[in-house]
């Protein structure tokens, strides 16, 4: 089975976007393997440093560079990787991130045999350099929820950001141009939601298998963060809205210390607060269902 890898880059390190070539060669998988980079509207001077990177990886896989002359975005620039790619699978990648060797093979295998349309890992995130671990987000919790309350007003997706990487997606079932780039930045939220829509689209593999760089020229560290929060809020409060039929604000209220989750808050017209019984708004906690009867008694269990 063909596997596209889909790096979109707009004028990251060099030395970053190396890296992230790197670890798409260095990769385990050996039943077909791509790369397609989209530059989407990068420098001369980066693009050439870009084509140089890749210079070592055309003889290891099979390499599609697409530029673009002028900046679109990430959502169109992934759009844009996923439809000139070939494979069954494609696996994004951040172009200042890396993948761990055995990422590929583990989310194909898992695409292929559970009958999912997108897979995820858990990750962790690393200094500048890539030599420090700050934190690492374990997901099984998540994706316990998840598989409880898919398609609900609890569905966990509706209440915290807890997948971002790793994205494994299969083609037949999310389109060529599944990210909305109506958005700029958070679309992939978008995404997310409307595939919990319905149970058992949306696997896991519990395992660390993407390091995600703490980039200081990151979106994390600029002024496209506050819009980033703000177009997650929209988006979940428009389909909150929508499950339940009501009109619904919805305001991010911190970042679960254990599991480095942001949680979101949802609330209606009349002031009444969609609370998830799994989280435990005092501590910003996220509670074990394992630990629970029915998850029916927050503030037990925080992890």
């Not at 990430?74 to 439809?83: E, K, P, S, V």
């Not at 030599?131 to 929820?145: A, D, G, Y």
């Not at 309350?149 to 141009?177: K, N, Q, Y």
């Not at 058992?200 to 995600?212: D, K, Q, T």
Request: net charge negative; aromatic share 6%; charged share 20%.
């Amino acid at each position: 089975m063909l596997v596209s890898i889909v790096v979109p880059v707009y004028n990251v390190r060099p030395s970053y976007f190396a890296d992230a070539v790197a670890s798409c060669v260095s990769q385990t998988w050996r039943d077909g393997l791509e790369l397609v980079v989209v530059d989407d509207g990068s420098s001369a001077a980066n693009h050439r440093a870009y084509t140089e990177a890749l210079g070592m990886a055309r003889s290891r896989l099979s390499v599609t560079v697409i530029r673009k002359l002028h900046n679109a975005g990430l959502a169109r620039a992934r759009n844009d990787g996923i439809a000139a790619a070939s494979g069954e699978v494609v696996v994004l990648l951040d172009a200042d991130d890396v993948l761990a060797p055995e990422a590929v093979a583990a989310i194909a295998e898992r695409l292929s045999g559970g009958g999912f349309d997108l897979v995820y890992t858990d990750h962790d995130k690393r200094s500048a350099d890539l030599s420090e671990i700050q934190h690492v987000r374990r997901k099984t919790v998540f994706q316990q929820l998840l598989e409880i309350h898919a398609g609900t007003a609890l569905d966990p997706m509706l209440h915290s950001t807890f997948l971002i990487h790793c994205h494994g997606l299969r083609r037949a079932a999310v389109g060529e141009t599944p990210f909305d780039p109506s958005y700029g930045v958070g679309d992939e939220i978008k995404l997310h939601l409307e595939l919990t829509r319905t149970p058992g689209r949306i696997g896991h593999v519990p395992e660390v298998l993407y390091h995600y760089r703490d980039n200081p020229d990151g979106i994390c560290h600029s002024a496209q963060y506050s819009r980033l929060i703000e177009n997650i809020e929209s988006i979940m409060a428009e389909e909150m809205g929508n499950r339940l039929g009501v009109a619904v604000t919805t305001r991010r209220v911190g970042r679960c210390s254990a599991t480095f989750a942001a949680l979101y808050q949802h609330s209606t017209g009349d002031g009444s607060i969609v609370r998830a019984p799994y989280v435990n708004y005092d501590t910003l906690s996220v509670v074990d269902p394992a630990t629970l009867s029915a998850i029916a008694s927050p503030g037990k269990g925080p992890l």
